[in-house]
């Protein structure tokens, strides 16, 4: 049976009622991704800050396993607030989360450096991720639920599209407070204490999201329910036991939320990476253009969250899946060479090749132990891209020149990444910080624009889908668990994973190969297991 022959005695809610419910649920979803996504953003400072180690490669490391961290706890907090979200209510459920957020994510703001109080600085950090990802754990599936749970099935892609999309504005609010704060502020200020302040301001934005939320009412469909008293017993367990579930939350794991979650953050947070270390672009441009691309690419959640109302869920993804395994690596050579130019033509002209023995190089220490592996982690901490061979004697070329490497001052680190730096600069290679032309600019955000593309059609019917895809006493677990396993450990670890893969190769595009593994999985598993034709409810033919 469907929903609404489940429960025939839900009210169809008003006009005004669903502009309601989508913009309360949609706004407390941007600010609740914006204070997870604020600790992405401020990667650079976070890793100066908290977890200083003299190693540039490193700091960079650990801030992306802080961020894991949080990403980890994600589906703990999907299991506790889906639990909470089926047997207590889908309203009051997501008030918890947000509150948990915000108080989290100010901490981080008040938080004394590593100089100051030592390793509790670093610990003290990490507990407050557990918090937040715990947080996030009930926050998507109860927003997601609510708003489609008042949506006619007709239009229910749609206006969960909104909550899709409401994700990538998190994104962009925190890049835009980041910017906005960097405007008001000068250079000393903003390194002393300033980049606290978008922490801070978590205070004031959850204050709005808890007074737009307080206005809502319970689900219609979780109301009916109690009404009729067929809450769950133990929503977790039945989550694993309910006829054909186990299936179900299969395919939603691996075969949706898995490969949603890689596309969406390689278009954001690796390019963003990438613009900034690798390309080395300066900063505040990289920020401006990711984020005007974001912005941007926000409208195609919506899109295609609207067309499978009209195609079914399965078409939009299958393709956005397989589209982006043909053009994910040319989108990303593509911004390279506009971000870049120059770098991209020296290394073209003049290539680093690396030949020796005991040429290992391990990114987790601060310090490696051959030569041969120091001279690597400088490379590396530069953002130059080298070609590694075994050899009986340690060389270091750069095109057909061969530079004296028994000169390199091996045991200082500083007067190593000066020499370096001077023979580099000779080769043709320019460390200066870049800002792209125009005309190059354009090019680098049409390029994300078309990836935002790719995710929002990946990403847009996602809510609708696993709302119909599960019964409705178990929906909030069922649906929960899956996608923030999916999204917590193959996205959540993407950033971490795609950095120590460029960083043990050399090669700036290797961490591509991570997410075009994970979109191949998945486009497998979503062509086998998910239903095709137009969109339906659960119990109306479901598998």
Same mark, same amino acid.
């Given at each position: 049976?469907?929903?609404?022959?489940?429960?025939?005695?839900?009210?169809?809610?008003?006009?005004?009622?669903?502009?309601?419910?989508?913009?309360?649920?949609?706004?407390?979803?941007?600010?609740?991704?914006?204070?997870?996504?604020?600790?992405?953003?401020?990667?650079? +400072?976070?890793?100066?800050?908290?977890?200083?180690?003299?190693?540039?490669?490193?700091?960079?490391?650990?801030?992306?396993?802080?961020?894991?961290?949080?990403?980890?706890?994600?589906?703990?907090?999907?299991?506790?607030?889906?639990?909470?979200?089926?047997?207590?209510?889908?309203?009051?459920?997501?008030?918890?989360?947000?509150?948990?957020?915000?108080?989290?994510?100010?901490?981080?703001?008040?938080?004394?450096?590593?100089?100051?109080?030592?390793?509790?600085?670093?610990?003290?950090?990490?507990?407050?991720?557990?918090?937040?990802?715990?947080?996030?754990?009930?926050?998507?599936?109860?927003?997601?639920?609510?708003?489609?749970?008042?949506?006619?099935?007709?239009?229910?892609?749609?206006?969960?599209?909104?909550?899709?999309?409401?994700?990538?504005?998190?994104?962009?609010?925190?890049?835009?407070?980041?910017?906005?704060?960097?405007?008001?502020?000068?250079?000393?200020?903003?390194?002393?204490?300033?980049?606290?302040?978008?922490?801070?301001?978590? @205070?004031?934005?959850?204050?709005?999201?808890?007074?737009?939320?307080?206005?809502?009412?319970?689900?219609?469909?979780?109301?009916?329910?109690?009404?009729?008293?067929? +809450?769950?017993?133990?929503?977790?367990?039945?989550?694993?036991?309910?006829?054909?579930?186990?299936?179900?939350?299969?395919?939603?794991?691996?075969?949706?939320?898995?490969?949603?979650?890689?596309?969406?953050?390689?278009?954001?947070?690796?390019?963003?990476?990438?613009?900034?270390?690798?390309?080395?672009?300066?900063?505040?441009?990289?920020?401006?253009?990711?984020?005007?691309?974001?912005?941007?690419?926000?409208?195609?959640?919506? $899109?295609?969250?609207?067309?499978?109302?009209?195609?079914?869920?399965?078409?939009?993804?299958?393709?956005?899946?397989?589209?982006?395994?043909?053009?994910?690596?040319?989108?990303?050579?593509? $911004?390279?060479?506009?971000?870049?130019?120059?770098?991209?033509?020296?290394?073209?002209?003049?290539?680093?090749? +690396?030949?020796?023995?005991?040429?290992?190089?391990?990114?987790?220490?601060?310090?490696?132990?051959?030569?041969?592996?120091?001279?690597?982690?400088?490379?590396?901490?530069?953002?130059?891209?080298?070609?590694?061979?075994?050899?009986?004697?340690?060389?270091?070329?750069?095109?057909?020149?061969?530079?004296?490497?028994?000169?390199?001052?091996?045991?200082?680190?500083?007067?190593?990444?000066?020499?370096?730096?001077?023979?580099?600069?000779?080769?043709?290679?320019?460390?200066?910080?870049?800002?792209?032309?125009?005309?190059?600019?354009?090019?680098?955000?049409?390029?994300?624009? @078309?990836?935002?593309?790719?995710?929002?059609?990946?990403?847009?019917?996602?809510?609708?889908?696993?709302?119909?895809?599960?019964?409705?006493? $178990?929906?909030?677990?069922?649906?929960?668990?899956?996608?923030?396993?999916?999204?917590?450990?193959?996205?959540?670890?993407?950033?971490?994973?795609?950095?120590?893969?460029?960083?043990?190769?050399?090669?700036?595009?290797?961490?591509?190969?991570?997410?075009?593994?994970?979109?191949?999985?998945?486009?497998?598993?979503?062509?086998?297991?998910?239903?095709?034709?137009?969109?339906?409810?659960?119990?109306?033919?479901?598998?």
């Amino acid at each position: 049976m469907t929903d609404a022959q489940q429960h025939p005695h839900e009210s169809e809610p008003s006009a005004s009622d669903i502009k309601l419910v989508i913009a309360a649920s949609s706004m407390g979803t941007v600010f609740e991704w914006y204070d997870f996504f604020i600790y992405g953003t401020l990667a650079g +400072i976070i890793g100066k800050t908290f977890f200083p180690s003299g190693n540039a490669t490193l700091e960079t490391l650990l801030v992306w396993a802080g961020f894991a961290v949080g990403f980890g706890f994600r589906p703990l907090g999907a299991v506790l607030f889906g639990y909470l979200g089926d047997k207590l209510g889908r309203k009051y459920t997501f008030l918890v989360t947000v509150t948990l957020m915000g108080v989290a994510t100010a901490g981080v703001g008040f938080i004394p450096s590593a100089a100051t109080i030592g390793y509790a600085a670093p610990a003290i950090v990490l507990l407050l991720r557990v918090m937040q990802g715990l947080a996030l754990g009930g926050e998507y599936g109860g927003a997601a639920i609510y708003v489609s749970e008042h949506s006619p099935p007709s239009r229910r892609g749609f206006f969960t599209g909104f909550i899709q999309a409401s994700v990538v504005g998190g994104f962009v609010l925190s890049l835009v407070v980041v910017l906005g704060c960097k405007a008001l502020m000068s250079a000393e200020v903003w390194d002393s204490w300033g980049w606290r302040v978008p922490f801070i301001l978590s @205070i004031a934005l959850l204050a709005i999201s808890l007074w737009m939320r307080l206005k809502l009412s319970e689900s219609p469909v979780f109301k009916a329910m109690r009404e009729e008293g067929e +809450i769950a017993g133990n929503p977790f367990v039945e989550s694993f036991t309910y006829p054909g579930n186990r299936k179900r939350i299969f395919i939603a794991l691996f075969g949706v939320a898995a490969g949603l979650t890689v596309i969406w953050y390689t278009a954001m947070f690796s390019a963003l990476s990438f613009l900034k270390s690798a390309m080395r672009m300066e900063a505040t441009t990289a920020e401006i253009i990711v984020g005007i691309s974001a912005a941007l690419g926000m409208v195609f959640f919506v $899109i295609f969250g609207a067309l499978s109302d009209r195609i079914g869920r399965k078409k939009p993804i299958v393709w956005g899946y397989a589209l982006a395994l043909v053009f994910m690596f040319p989108l990303f050579w593509t $911004i390279g060479s506009h971000a870049n130019p120059g770098l991209v033509a020296a290394s073209r002209e003049a290539p680093v090749y +690396i030949s020796g023995p005991d040429c290992s190089y391990n990114a987790f220490k601060a310090e490696q132990e051959s030569n041969c592996g120091k001279l690597l982690g400088d490379l590396t901490a530069a953002g130059i891209s080298y070609d590694l061979s075994e050899a009986p004697e340690l060389e270091f070329r750069t095109g057909d020149k061969v530079l004296p490497i028994g000169a390199y001052r091996w045991d200082d680190k500083k007067g190593r990444n000066a020499q370096l730096e001077s023979w580099l600069t000779e080769a043709g290679y320019n460390f200066d910080e870049v800002t792209p032309s125009l005309g190059d600019a354009v090019t680098i955000s049409l390029m994300l624009v @078309i990836f935002m593309a790719l995710s929002g059609a990946t990403y847009g019917p996602v809510a609708a889908l696993l709302s119909e895809m599960f019964p409705p006493r $178990i929906r909030y677990s069922s649906m929960s668990i899956p996608y923030h396993i999916g999204t917590g450990y193959f996205g959540g670890f993407l950033p971490l994973i795609s950095s120590y893969m460029v960083a043990s190769s050399g090669n700036p595009y290797q961490g591509l190969w991570y997410t075009w593994g994970v979109v191949a999985l998945a486009l497998v598993i979503a062509l086998w297991g998910l239903r095709g034709g137009p969109p339906r409810d659960y119990g109306e033919n479901a598998a």
